[in-house]
Every structure is written in C-alpha cells, then in structure tokens.
C-alpha cells in the first residue's frame, strides 16, 4: 500500500467513525452545545466539513486563501444527512486531489500558512486535516456524554 493509499484510509476511517458519531445524535439534540459559548452539535458537523473544504482549496492554493466564499454558509442547518449530502461532491474532489499526488509531492510541497503560524509540507497536512476531524468527533462525543445520550461504539 502507498503513502498516498494509507493517507485515504485514514480519512476514510476518521470519517466513518465521525459518521458513527453524528448519526447518534438524536434530531432534538443536534442544537445542544454545553454553554452559550461553544458550537452547538450540528454546528461542530458544519464545522468539520466545511474546514476540509477550506483545507482543499488551501492544499490546491499551496497556502491560506486571501478570501473563502464558503458555499455552506448559504445552506440552512437542517439534519446530519442533509448536512453530508450537501458536503459529498467536496468530499469526493477532496479525495481525487489527495489521489492525484505522488509519494515525493507529500514531502516535497509546502503549503504556506504562515498567516496562521506555519508551513507543512503536504503529508503533515492531510495528516492535521484528518487530526482535525477526530479531535471535534471526541468533542461531539464528550457533548453526547454530557447532554446523557448514549454513546456509539467507534473503536470497532
């Protein structure tokens, strides 16, 4: 299996397990947040799939964009599968652009975030892409737990 092969499977394994996670969100629940300052739960999902869109065309840009007109602003939170059938065609260019690149490219291009505070070279940041999703799927389950809706199993 390729780097570019393993970096897939790792997407595709933190998304199916933040599926896991969203989907047991009861629909009463999904604009819970545990204070006035955090995102609500269906706003973290929004949350997650809008920055791996960002993320692709800033992987695409080989930097920060100067101005992101995100489509998913204009989209009304409605329900989790509205909220991933809305975010699939992303999703699926996002992993055509991982497919597209070789071995060499994952060390050798620099994606320029230094407005943020660094530069990666690729791989380190489809691996922090990815960190990313799993960090809020431990939040939302942390919300789960909190707000005492039962927890899905993700470590199968």
């Not at 065309?57 to 329900?79: H, W």
Request: hydrophobic fraction near 40%; charged fraction near 25%; include cysteine.
């Amino acid at each position: 299996m390729s780097a570019i092969d393993l970096i897939i499977v790792n997407f595709n394994e933190v998304r199916r397990r933040s599926i896991k996670v969203w989907m047991s969100i009861p629909q009463e629940k999904l604009h819970w947040r545990p204070d006035d300052e955090a995102m609500s739960c269906i706003e973290m999902i929004r949350h997650v799939l809008e920055s791996e869109h960002y993320y692709h065309l800033a992987i695409k840009n080989k930097g920060s964009l100067a101005a992101f007109d995100s489509p998913f602003e204009k989209q009304p939170y409605s329900t989790v599968e509205a909220e991933l059938l809305f975010a699939a065609p992303f999703r699926e260019e996002f992993i055509k652009t991982i497919q597209s690149f070789s071995a060499e490219d994952l060390a050798e291009i620099q994606i320029d975030r230094s407005d943020v505070g660094y530069i990666r070279e690729l791989g380190d940041m489809l691996l922090r892409i990815a960190y990313h999703e799993s960090v809020h799927t431990g939040q939302l389950l942390d919300y789960l737990r909190t707000a005492q809706v039962a927890i899905p199993n993700i470590w199968d």
